[in-house]
């Protein structure tokens, strides 16, 4: 069917329902809900050519993925495009991956948003002073950023999870239970939301009158053979930590390994807390000591940022500028009293 046969069948013109399939705003709801339950029932799908040509959108938001020889792909990445799917396909909008090197994200963006195939972009992984911000900044296009930019100006629209409270709050019941040597396994150093996670601890320390220190702190990819690694080191120091943060349940998985076989126990000799980014195929209570987590799900604010950049661009808003999440902090048995 096609757009024609199906404005015939409702006895609507091709414009009416061509602006109610596309969000616009003077089509009442009423006529916008009739047209989508007979595209439902007819199976009609919009000829995308055809409809770029008539509203001058493409229908699409990209966004730039950086590889490169020896770039590590990261699975916290594949369930945050999952939520943007799931609601792209709601709202029949594609999304256009371009790959860059590392290097060249700026002007691969640059190219992507002159390239007339998208009509939103978004960018991740965000660093301090970031300088895809000021390109962004400087287009006519709508963006959105997912986290924020430690150190910039928060004049751009972004949705992020409060990361410093989360790991403050974390922090704060391991040093209730009795905990003063404290470990942190951290993401790469220069991304925002290692920065902001470990000031968190450093913040509930420094409460304390303790300090985080240096050998007991790992920035790397969120592996679990990162986690593995980073682990063993700091059980082989002079003063094991006894608490142990992990930015991710990635990195909790090699740490609990170490943990294992070192003959500790989880819980009574170490304590850990990881945060969860709800990945459906490493659930914390799964773990063979249920992890405490600081909690916030990753596919939900996926499709929170597709909501907002295919509503933008349908004009179905208003939507905020700012959303930064709260962590749900969420105490299982892999956390206990401070060993005597």
Not at 77 to 102: N, Q, Y
Request: proline share 6%; hydrophobic share 40%; aromatic share 6%.
């Amino acid at each position: 069917m096609n757009l024609k046969q199906l404005s015939e069948l409702l006895g609507l013109s091709q414009t009416t329902v061509s602006r109610a399939l596309n969000g616009y705003p003077e089509v009442n709801e009423a006529t916008r809900e009739r047209v989508l339950r007979a595209v439902k029932e007819t199976g009609y799908r919009p000829n995308k050519a055809a409809q770029r040509l008539a509203t001058g959108k493409a229908g699409s938001i990209g966004l730039v993925m950086p590889t490169a020889p020896g770039h590590q792909s990261d699975v916290h990445f594949g369930e945050f495009l999952a939520g943007l799917g799931e609601e792209s396909v709601r709202h029949d909008f594609h999304f256009v991956i371009t790959p860059a090197h590392p290097d060249d994200e700026v002007a691969a963006l640059r190219r992507l948003a002159i390239s007339g195939n998208v009509d939103a972009l978004f960018i991740a992984y965000m660093r301090g002073h970031d300088p895809r911000l000021v390109m962004l900044k400087s287009l006519s296009m709508p963006f959105i950023v997912h986290g924020r930019s430690f150190g910039s100006e928060p004049d751009y629209p972004y949705l992020d999870i409060d990361n410093e409270a989360a790991f403050y709050d974390a922090a704060k019941l391991l040093l209730q239970l009795g905990h003063t040597r404290f470990a942190l396994m951290n993401g790469p150093a220069h991304l925002d939301f290692a920065i902001r996670r470990k000031n968190g601890v450093v913040t509930a320390l420094g409460e304390r009158g303790l300090e985080l220190s240096e050998d007991c702190t790992s920035h790397t990819p969120m592996t679990d053979e990162e986690g593995l690694i980073a682990m063993e080191r700091f059980l082989q120091l002079p003063e094991r930590p006894t608490a142990v943060l992990c930015s991710s349940t990635v990195l909790a998985l090699g740490a609990i390994r170490a943990i294992n076989q070192a003959g500790l126990k989880l819980g009574e000799d170490i304590s850990l807390i990881a945060h969860d980014d709800v990945l459906p195929l490493l659930k914390p209570e799964n773990f063979s000591v249920p992890l405490t987590t600081t909690r916030s799900s990753l596919r939900a604010a996926g499709a929170r940022i597709a909501q907002r950049l295919i509503g933008t661009v349908t004009q179905a808003g208003p939507f905020p500028e700012h959303e930064l999440w709260k962590a749900e902090l969420i105490v299982r048995a892999s956390t206990g009293p401070a060993p005597r």
